[in-house]
């Protein structure tokens, strides 16, 4: 079982650079890859970043390549999102995903991840 906590959401505006942080549950943290997800008002949730149980692979969304980077400190149990160039379209509810793997396979699609935080509201302003 694993629990998953996000924070660091908040109101920011265009251009500007924002963290957020999903602490997770659990001494297994490292047996699972991460991924980080978002969900605008009337729009589905989708991809935007995602990294390997070890941090040696990470992928990217398409929209946020360049702007957004994931990692990981397996130490601390956590996985984190940076934001830098931040656009009004980047406002979303923000979710932490986990799911365990036994290799360092990158999983990119919401189906493939079994374990989910509550999400933290993201507010992009122009």
């Known amino acids: 079982q694993m629990s998953l906590a996000e924070s660091g959401g908040g109101s920011v505006q265009a251009g500007g650079s924002l963290r957020l942080s999903c602490a997770a549950s659990?001494?297994?943290?490292?047996?699972?890859?991460m991924g980080w997800f978002r969900q605008a008002p009337g729009k589905e949730r989708e991809f935007v970043a995602a990294?390997?149980?070890?941090?040696?692979?990470?992928y990217y969304g398409d929209s946020v390549k360049g702007r957004f980077t994931i990692s990981r400190d397996n130490a601390k149990n956590t996985v984190f999102l940076q934001f830098i160039s931040l656009k009004p379209e980047d406002t979303a509810v923000y979710y932490c995903?986990?799911?365990?793997?036994?290799?360092?396979?990158?999983?990119?699609?919401?189906?493939?991840?079994?374990?989910w935080g509550q999400g933290t509201q993201v507010t992009v302003s122009s």
């Open positions: 659990g001494r297994t943290f490292s047996m699972y890859a």
């Open positions: 990294i390997s149980r070890s941090g040696g692979s990470a």
């Open positions: 995903a986990a799911d365990l793997r036994y290799n360092d396979y990158v999983p990119v699609s919401r189906g493939e991840y079994a374990y």
